[in-house]
């Protein structure tokens, strides 16, 4: 199975809260304690904001529970809390039940609940659980193996920037699965996770440079790449490596490594 690396969204100078969404009382104070890390104060209101029955602080008291973040862990009490939120249609904690499913995370794995979840998140725009849907529809866990539908997931969480959505669509637009076959779409999707930093899709290109796929051969480019992918533990790209640099002066290969030092990962704020 093809598992994509999801985690429950984590509280680092951000909080569960959707843009636009208006916030009052004491779930605004809540959230603005969260940020803070001043988790006293944002218990108190968020249980008040909870209590009322309000969304926002039911999902964001949840991962406080998840997380024993100014309280003690408590698995049931969160999933009591994110099952409050996500009957009220909030895509934040229907897209966390998914990944408690699917991760079997305090509760019973069950991939039809997954999908249940990630599905009721997905169709309403949220973008990790575009690409974790994506990625069930490709394997058929949960669900019936569905190519078409998992290029069309993973297309909306790529086009938001998610490098492992782009990796997942550059697979099926390369084989074909899904979506018609085209190396030169699947190269493009390629680049944009491996400018992201993601080794897979380094590793890829690296490939694909090297042989000319997609893209005109580049044996320099193929070589950058496969030095990216294989400083990040990518064996294929190790071994392409030495062949590669047999086919390179030593001015060329030593321009490469220096940009290989160089290089940075683009974020996807900046993208």
Known sequence: MRVLNATVPSICGAVIVFAGTALLGATADGVKALEKRDYATAYRELKAGADRGEAVAQVNLGMMYSRGLGVEKDAAAAISLYNAAAAQGNAQAEFVLGLLYSKGWGVERNYAQATYWYQQAADQGQTQAQQQI???????YGVEQDYKAAANYYRLAAQKGLPRAQFGLAQLLEKGKGVPKSEREA?????????????????????MYAAGIGTDADEAQAYFWSMLAAAQKERQAARRLQHLEARLSAEQASKVKASVREWKPVSIASK
């Open 134 to 140: 994506a990625a069930l529809y490709e394997d058929g």
């Open 187 to 207: 190269f493009k999707w390629y680049r944009e996770a491996a400018d992201q930093g993601l080794p897979e899709a380094q590793e890829r290109l690296g490939a």
